[in-house]
């Protein structure tokens, strides 16, 4: 079945460094979304993207969709530690409704 | 405006006793979804729902875990003569439409087998 691989499982970085999460599916997905899990709290929504080679921003975080939407990344610029928590990739195969989760990376930040 | 409730909270149950695990999704939202989260781990897609049309079971581990879907609001995950490993958060979220919208996620219930 569809699968969705997530890496690294575990970031810690030193406040104000990078962080880059990477997320593979073993078919081409119609879309993906991502996900942030705080300490205790339940995922949020973050941003989807659709379109083949979608580059989108939020503040310090890019969202890529790979050119063959087999892949993605998330990628923080000078992390804070508001950033730390779990985040997730979910893709969809676009033949059924439900979304496939990536098992997360877990970000932690030292102040 | 209100987003997707749970209850209980936290269940404490005996192996063997059968549970259930209520979920309100946004008013209006067409879709919903349960999962599993272990601790310390991803999302385990367990049952979708989406309008009038029949539920996605693909996910259930196992027939002791059931759910519906009532006037396509309220739905109710049930799970029969619990085991240990049944121990963990589960998960509800709602959408409006199904696969390319973000789903909103409630808070969960924790449940534990002893």
């Known amino acids: 079945g569809q699968q969705v691989m997530q890496i690294p499982q575990y970031q810690h970085v030193q406040e104000g460094e990078d962080f880059t999460t990477y997320c593979n599916s073993s078919t081409t997905l119609s879309n993906i979304q991502w996900y942030k899990q705080r300490p205790g709290g339940h995922p949020v929504f973050l941003i989807q993207l659709v379109k083949s080679g979608e580059v989108k921003k939020q503040k310090r975080l890019t969202f890529q969709f790979g050119e063959a939407k087999k892949n993605s990344s998330l990628h923080i610029t000078a992390t804070q530690t508001t950033d730390v928590g779990t985040y997730f990739c979910a893709g969809n195969g676009g033949s059924q409704g439900n979304l496939i989760f990536g098992k997360g990376t877990k970000l932690s930040v030292k102040p | 405006g209100a987003g997707v409730s749970q209850s209980p909270s936290n269940k404490v149950t005996e192996k063997g006793k059968d549970v259930e695990l209520r979920c309100d999704p946004i008013s209006g939202h067409t879709a919903l979804y349960w999962y599993r989260q272990s601790l310390g781990q991803g999302l385990e897609f367990l049952i979708y729902f989406q309008g009038n049309s029949a539920p996605d079971k693909s996910g259930l581990p196992s027939d002791r875990f059931s759910a519906e879907r009532t006037g396509g609001s309220v739905s109710t995950l049930t799970i029969q003569r619990t085991q240990q490993e049944d121990s963990a958060v589960y998960l509800c979220?709602?959408?409006?439409?199904?696969?390319?919208?973000?789903?909103?996620f409630g808070p969960g219930t924790r449940l534990t087998v002893t």
């Open positions: 979220a709602s959408s409006f439409g199904t696969i390319l919208r973000e789903q909103y």
